[in-house]
Structures are given as structure tokens and as C-alpha cells.
């Protein structure tokens, strides 16, 4: 496929997915209704192809559940958040939506714990559905909020409401962040965003300790991107991330997305008491981070033999 052909191809394919932006995430406010939040996920979500990305779910409601330790589930089917609990207070990984803290709050209560107790807010990535939130979510709990200073001019200009995005701390490559005897590491990996983060936290189980990563974002999603000659150095981002994640000792593997780790799979088993706990997936870590690696070399291939049009 020539240059101009290629182009043509992904303007049609970016228009596409922009008109069905209202259904699946971009959080109303343009002239439309917001899109509906569904409190509870139907067996036939459930059931769907957990590798696909269905943006439409990002606002259904999902079982919060324990993952393992003082780690527990509190997203909607797509939209991954975490809650950590220690005897100092709580954390909180992506506050996602504005309408769908509703969702979270009772996800949180249905736990046995209180929205109200979350002392810390981190996130994966500054993209609205991740983090258009945050504001709200201060307001409800006054948390302090911490951020990677490379997704910090991005978080600046989302507004939801017209409020200010809240930034109480910012943080770098490496930080850890402490509460109630968890500590939390923040690890930069770009790409996805600029300042991409990659959580990583060791948790007890049955007298072992494993190691949590909670992935930013992969390449399969930014694929459209790479041979964009206005996005040279997102090919340089991700390849200093794939380093990243092949240098990670991973047993339990969560992301912000469902469709990088099938947590209604999990779930599932968990339900029928599997053992061992389904969370724990050394090996479908490896694959993901394999899987990516794999898109790259492909990617960079394609760019050599059709590189984009001089600047």
C-alpha cells in the first residue's frame, strides 16, 4: 500500500471511530446526552470475548470483587480501577469517568469499605476515561492526588465541568508512594501517554509475597499512531517501555484496560473457587508484553518499507 493510500485509509478509519465516540467515551458534553451508565453488567457482557476492545462497557458496572491481598477490583467492565486498603487509609488507582463515581462508591461499600477513606488518587494516563474524575472525586473524599509530571500538561486541560484539574503532587520515574505500611512504585512508560505509569507493589498471600505490575497501556491500541509523521517519537516511547515491562518481575498481572488481562475470566474462576488464584499469571504477562514487542517490529517494518512524508 502506497503513502496516499494509506492515508486515505486511516482518515477513513479515524472518522469512523469518531462517530462512534458518543456511545463509548468521550463523556457527552458536545451538543448530545451524556452516555447512559449501567449499574450492572448483563450475563451477555459478561460473557463476551474478553481480548476485544468494547469501548462501549466503559460505563456498566462490573462485580467489585478481592484480587488478592489488600487489593480489590472496584472498575466497570472495561475501565480498570484498583482499590488498596491499609490501616491508615486507602488508595485508589483511576477515578475513570465523572458519572460513573456512582458506579465506583457503591463498588467500594459493597466491599465493606467507604469511599470517604481513600487518603491517595494515582492514575495510569491522562485520557478522559481514566481520569476526567479526578475533580469529583476530590471533592467526595479529599484525597491527595499524584501524578506523573509528563501526563501533567495533558491533565491541565481536562476540565470536566470546567473545574481545575486537581494536581497535589507530582511525581517521577521511580517515586514510591507509602501509606499504612503498602508502598506503591511509579514506573514510567510511554506510549500510550507521556507519562504513561506502570504501578508495581508487592502484596502478601498465604504467607508469600508476589509482586503486582498494573500496566499502563499497550501498543495494540496506539498502532494508528506510529507511522503518523507528527508522532516520531512515539516509536522511541514505546520501545523504552517494552525494556521496561521485559525487566519487570510480574506474578500478578492487572492493566487499565480489561481486554489486556480478562479479568470477567478471572473473576469467574474466582467464583468457583479456583486455586490457584487465577490473578496469579506470570505467563500471560510475559505473552502481553511478547505480544507487544511483536506489534513493534511489525510496525517499524511497515514505516521502513512506506515511511511517512517529510515534515
Given at each position: 500500500?502506497?503513502?496516499?493510500?494509506?492515508?486515505?485509509?486511516?482518515?477513513?478509519?479515524?472518522?469512523?471511530?469518531?462517530?462512534?465516540?458518543?456511545?463509548?467515551?468521550?463523556?457527552?458534553?458536545?451538543?448530545?446526552?451524556?452516555?447512559?451508565?449501567?449499574?450492572?453488567?448483563?450475563?451477555?457482557?459478561?460473557?463476551?470475548?474478553?481480548?476485544?476492545?468494547?469501548?462501549?462497557?466503559?460505563?456498566?458496572?462490573?462485580?467489585?470483587?478481592?484480587?488478592?491481598?489488600?487489593?480489590?477490583?472496584?472498575?466497570?467492565?472495561?475501565?480498570?480501577?484498583?482499590?488498596?486498603?491499609?490501616?491508615?487509609?486507602?488508595?485508589?488507582?483511576?477515578?475513570?469517568?465523572?458519572?460513573?463515581?456512582?458506579?465506583?462508591?457503591?463498588?467500594?461499600?459493597?466491599?465493606?469499605?467507604?469511599?470517604?477513606?481513600?487518603?491517595?488518587?494515582?492514575?495510569?494516563?491522562?485520557?478522559?476515561?481514566?481520569?476526567?474524575?479526578?475533580?469529583?472525586?476530590?471533592?467526595?473524599?479529599?484525597?491527595?492526588?499524584?501524578?506523573?509530571?509528563?501526563?501533567?500538561p495533558a491533565l491541565q486541560n481536562m476540565k470536566a465541568g470546567g473545574k481545575e484539574h486537581p494536581?497535589?503532587?507530582?511525581?517521577?520515574?521511580?517515586?514510591?508512594?507509602?501509606?499504612?505500611?503498602?508502598?506503591?512504585?511509579?514506573?514510567?512508560?510511554?506510549?500510550?501517554?507521556?507519562?504513561?505509569?506502570?504501578?508495581?507493589?508487592?502484596?502478601?498471600?498465604?504467607?508469600?509475597?508476589?509482586?503486582?505490575?498494573?500496566?499502563?497501556?499497550?501498543?495494540?491500541?496506539?498502532?494508528?499512531?506510529?507511522?503518523?509523521?507528527?508522532?516520531?517519537?512515539?516509536?522511541?516511547?514505546?520501545?523504552?517501555?517494552?525494556?521496561?515491562?521485559?525487566?519487570?518481575?510480574?506474578?500478578?498481572?492487572?492493566?487499565?484496560?480489561?481486554?489486556?488481562?480478562?479479568?470477567?475470566?478471572?473473576?469467574?474462576?474466582?467464583?468457583?473457587?479456583?486455586?490457584?488464584?487465577?490473578?496469579?499469571?506470570?505467563?500471560?504477562?510475559?505473552?502481553?508484553?511478547?505480544?507487544?514487542?511483536?506489534?513493534?517490529?511489525?510496525?517499524?517494518?511497515?514505516?521502513?518499507?512506506?515511511?511517512?512524508?517529510?515534515?
Amino acid at each position: 500500500m502506497n503513502v496516499s493510500r494509506f492515508v486515505v485509509v486511516l482518515l477513513l478509519v479515524m472518522g469512523f471511530a469518531a462517530a462512534k465516540l458518543p456511545a463509548q467515551g468521550q463523556g457527552g458534553g458536545r451538543g448530545g446526552p451524556p452516555p447512559q451508565v449501567v449499574d450492572k453488567a448483563t450475563p451477555e457482557i459478561m460473557n463476551e470475548d474478553p481480548q476485544t476492545e468494547q469501548r462501549s462497557q466503559d460505563r456498566v458496572g462490573f462485580p467489585a470483587h478481592k484480587i488478592i491481598g489488600n487489593l480489590y477490583y472496584i472498575g466497570t467492565v472495561t475501565l480498570s480501577s484498583y482499590l488498596i486498603t491499609t490501616p491508615q487509609g486507602n488508595i485508589v488507582i483511576n477515578s475513570d469517568y465523572e458519572e460513573t463515581l456512582p458506579l465506583m462508591k457503591k463498588a467500594i461499600e459493597s466491599l465493606g469499605f467507604k469511599m470517604e477513606d481513600t487518603k491517595i488518587l494515582l492514575a495510569s494516563h491522562a485520557h478522559p476515561d481514566h481520569q476526567m474524575g479526578d475533580a469529583a472525586f476530590k471533592q467526595m473524599t479529599s484525597a491527595q492526588t499524584m501524578f506523573m509530571a509528563e501526563d501533567v500538561p495533558a491533565l491541565q486541560n481536562m476540565k470536566a465541568g470546567g473545574k481545575e484539574h486537581p494536581i497535589d503532587k507530582i511525581i517521577h520515574d521511580g517515586d514510591k508512594v507509602e501509606l499504612g505500611g503498602t508502598t506503591l512504585t511509579a514506573h514510567l512508560t510511554p506510549g500510550h501517554t507521556r507519562g504513561c505509569t506502570t504501578w508495581t507493589t508487592p502484596v502478601q498471600d498465604g504467607g508469600r509475597t508476589l509482586n503486582v505490575a498494573i500496566a499502563c497501556g499497550g501498543l495494540q491500541e496506539d498502532a494508528r499512531l506510529v507511522g503518523n509523521r507528527n508522532y516520531p517519537e512515539i516509536a522511541d516511547d514505546f520501545a523504552k517501555s517494552i525494556k521496561i515491562y521485559q525487566k519487570l518481575p510480574v506474578d500478578v498481572f492487572l492493566a487499565s484496560h480489561a481486554w489486556f488481562y480478562d479479568p470477567a475470566g478471572k473473576y469467574a474462576r474466582l467464583q468457583k473457587s479456583a486455586n490457584p488464584n487465577p490473578y496469579v499469571d506470570p505467563a500471560g504477562y510475559k505473552a502481553w508484553v511478547a505480544n507487544m514487542e511483536k506489534n513493534w517490529n511489525s510496525l517499524m517494518a511497515e514505516q521502513t518499507k512506506n515511511p511517512p512524508p517529510a515534515k
